[in-house]
């Protein structure tokens, strides 16, 4: 139907094709969108379209739409009457209808335009009819009645919320633009791939797959060759975006960013890029908020953007730069080859009063003053434990956690130990270094006669009447023992010659390997030798052998026993290689010591406290060594402080032939093989110190039928041999000291908790 209106006297021509633009550019069906919402999205779309059409210097198939449309509102505008001309850009500027500028959704929103507000301007249709001829050849059938709404020429280039937001990972691209090649636009590429505000940066020139109108009625000359891609490596023009790889939603965001990069500086150096890929100009990191510009093994172009660490990493870097906190400035500008500041909380010199705690009273902090006085670590340790242990006397004492790769004792170097030697072991000292039976000879051992400085200092202000107490009852000096001196055990020996001894005497070997053994807890009964075994341990590293006898810390010292052991350790520290012997340690580890500050209590404490820092500390050459005949007595939470609990069971047959022989070997005897066989025999049970008694025994035998009077001047040669009958007579006063009660006692202990069967 076609109808004609005059006004203003022009007569204009109305056809049904003119009452359905208003429809096809603007979707009245839409109730999810205000008008003044799509307004502004069209806004949004001419100034991107322009600012494409500007960046490219070409006229695509969008823009002549573009064009086309803003000839029909033009037109339009003249064909409606000038009171209540609807502009297309003023929606929100409506007066009827409108809220605070926009419409509300629940009316129904009136167009303005229809044939009844319209002017008939019979040029128009004509024109309109052009271009519309125009824009259909250009575009596939199906497109030629689609709307704005859905138009691919401007449809797609309308920066939705939801199609803005649409994520790399979906490759959805087709999908959101019906009836579009996701070629013909780089919708997704520049609406999702890329923020929006990325829209600056001078887009690829993405090919048209259809030719503009214009181009098609040679009003524009072909546009030049696009220009090389600046942004998406790799990509040559052609490439269909739908199966562009794009990285994945779940690829991994950058968290750092790329070398060179500085923020708002200048660009990535070159070497930094693909080869034959130019450097883009970089964006301020907080112009692409969401851009992940790293792809499947593309090397980054362009400065990613900011992640959560990376973004904190800066923060943290911008506020050390600043100087601000409570951290020292110069800390976040440090260059590790730089003098430390002491200033820094991580180098600062350590407190004076645990210092002082730490060091035993007297101790004179006036030697190092100097900036040079870096807290070992072996030093915080033990402050460490010194705030652990004070305050747990109460509660259950823990194992500690056994350091592992740098566990080996024989990792200090020479420089860390100092000079100390005591005035006592000046005179005793070298002697018991020569009658090592087998010198150090291990490469962790070559240092092994220095003492730390830090620790010589606080001997030096200990009580000199702790130090000669240690010094002289404590420090075992007697002759060296020999693995052949000890008989029998040759599984315990096997055990604590690979596990003590090599990682000691080869710490190369066993660097990087799981906690090495430096307390080993040796239990049995009585007399068993696990005192000879401690000795020989440190015969084998040529270590300052200390023996302290818990019983005797409980009785004879009970008042300073807490020092002792204190004073000990110390004196060990400086004598390292250092084997730490503790007998008895059932009298200081007992669950039945329950009285928080009693002197056995505090004396548990300090030797808890002495052992954690030997096992903690990668530089001590220390082993703790501790013998108890009554394990069962060990509070349970102190168990596992031993890393190897070892039963020195009573000498086998073979074990009491050997100690036999090797005593009456001293003596003049005559025993046949068969007698000796027969003592072996009868001597089923006894203890290694009950097998030497009984031998002591027989020896003073021939003795008996000298004349009291004539005993000083007989000469050994004018005595008897040892006879048989001699231990016949013994056996009458020597009994085997354990009684099969206890020795079960031993092997059920051994079961639960012992490292050898
Ligand atoms: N296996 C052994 N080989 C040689 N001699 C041994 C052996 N066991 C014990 N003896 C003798 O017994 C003596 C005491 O040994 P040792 O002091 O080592 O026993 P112990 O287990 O430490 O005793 P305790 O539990 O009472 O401290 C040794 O001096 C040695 O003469």
């Not at 979707?27 to 001419?46: C, F, M, N, Q």
Request: charge should be negative; charged fraction near 15%.
């Amino acid at each position: 139907m076609i109808s004609s209106t005059s006004v203003y006297g022009l007569k204009m021509q109305w056809t049904p094709e003119h009452a359905q633009w208003p429809e096809q550019h603007f979707d009245i069906t839409s109730t999810t969108r205000s008008p003044a919402h799509k307004v502004e999205a069209y806004r949004g779309h001419l100034q991107r379209t322009y600012q494409y059409a500007w960046a490219n210097d070409d006229i695509s198939a969008l823009t002549a739409s573009n064009l086309l449309k803003k000839y029909a509102e033009k037109y339009s505008g003249i064909l409606e009457g000038p009171a209540e001309r609807p502009i297309l850009s003023n929606y929100s500027e409506a007066p009827s209808g409108l809220v605070n500028g926009r419409k509300n959704e629940s009316e129904p929103w009136q167009p303005s335009l229809n044939s009844e507000s319209v002017y008939p301007m019979n040029c128009v249709p004509d024109v309109i009819t052009a271009s519309k001829a125009g824009v259909s050849a250009a575009l596939p059938p199906a497109d030629v009645s689609a709307s704005i709404g859905s138009s691919p020429g401007v449809a797609s280039n309308l920066a939705e919320p939801s199609y803005s937001s649409s994520t790399c990972g979906s490759h959805t691209v087709p999908s959101l633009h019906s009836g579009l090649p996701s070629q013909e636009y780089a919708a997704g590429y520049n609406g999702s791939y890329l923020h929006t505000s990325y829209s600056g940066q001078p887009a690829p020139a993405l090919p048209s797959p259809h030719p503009s109108p214009l181009h098609s009625s040679g009003l524009l000359q072909p546009p030049p060759p696009p220009p090389p891609p600046a942004l998406v490596p790799g990509y040559n023009g052609t490439t269909n975006l739908s199966s562009y790889s794009y990285p994945s939603a779940s690829y991994p965001p950058q968290t750092a960013v790329g070398p060179g990069y500085s923020p708002g500086g200048a660009p990535p150096p070159s070497a930094y890029l693909p080869s034959g890929i130019p450097a883009p100009t970089p964006l301020p990191p907080t112009t692409v908020p969401s851009y992940s510009y790293q792809g499947h093994g593309l090397t980054p172009i362009a400065p990613s953007a900011l992640t959560n660490s990376s973004a904190s990493s800066l923060k943290r870097k911008a506020f050390y730069m600043a100087g601000q906190g409570e951290m020292d400035s110069s800390y976040g500008n440090y260059s590790y080859g730089q003098q430390r500041s002491t200033q820094s909380p991580m180098y600062r010199m350590p407190d004076n009063s645990i210092s002082n705690a730490n060091r035993g009273n007297g101790f004179d902090r006036s030697a190092e003053t100097s900036s040079l006085a870096f807290k070992p670590t072996k030093q915080l340790m033990s402050s460490e434990q010194q705030r652990k242990f004070s305050s747990q006397s109460s509660r259950a004492l823990t194992p500690p956690s056994y350091s592992t790769a740098k566990n080996s004792l024989g990792s200090r170097s020479s420089d860390s130990f100092g000079k100390y030697t005591s005035p006592v072991m000046n005179e005793h000292g070298d002697e018991h270094r020569q009658l090592l039976p087998h010198p150090m000879q291990g490469p962790g051992l070559r240092a092994a006669t220095s003492s730390n400085h830090s620790v010589d200092e606080q001997l030096k202000n200990t009580d000199t009447h702790l130090i000669d107490l240690v010094t002289n009852e404590i420090i075992n000096q007697g002759p060296p023992v020999d693995w052949s001196d000890i008989a029998g055990l040759d599984l315990v020996k096997a055990v604590i010659k690979e596990e003590v001894l090599w990682p000691v005497l080869r710490s190369d070997a066993f660097n990087g390997l799981t906690a090495l053994p430096r307390s080993i807890l040796l239990f049995g009964p009585r007399g068993t030798g696990k005192t000879l075994m401690g000795r020989c341990i440190a015969s084998q590293l040529g270590a300052t052998f200390f023996k302290i006898t818990g019983s005797g810390l409980v009785t004879k010292w009970l008042g300073e026993g807490e020092k002792i052991v204190h004073a000990s350790f110390l004196v060990a520290r400086c004598r390292q290689p250092s084997v730490i012997f503790v007998s008895d340690i059932d009298m200081l580890l007992s669950s039945q010591v329950s009285e928080e500050h009693s002197p056995v209590s505090r004396m548990r404490t300090e030797f808890l406290m002495q052992l954690d820092t030997v096992l903690t500390s990668a530089e001590d050459q220390i082993v703790v060594i501790c013998a108890t005949s009554k394990p069962e007595e060990i509070d349970e939470s102190l168990r596992r402080y031993f890393m190897k609990r070892l039963l020195i069971p009573l000498p086998d047959s073979t074990a009491r032939h050997q100690i036999i022989v090797q005593l009456l070997s001293q003596h003049n005897y005559c025993l046949n093989d068969k007698e000796v066989a027969l003592l072996v025999q009868r001597t089923e049970g006894f203890s290694g110190l009950d097998v030497a008694h009984l031998c002591q025994e027989a020896v003073v035998g021939p003795l008996h039928a000298m004349p009291a009077t004539d005993l000083s001047a007989i000469m050994p040669s004018q005595l008897r041999p040892v006879t048989y009958q001699d231990f016949e007579n013994a056996f009458c006063k020597i009994q085997p000291s354990i009684s099969q009660k206890e020795l079960d006692t031993y092997v059920e202990w051994n079961k639960m908790f012992g490292c050898s069967q």
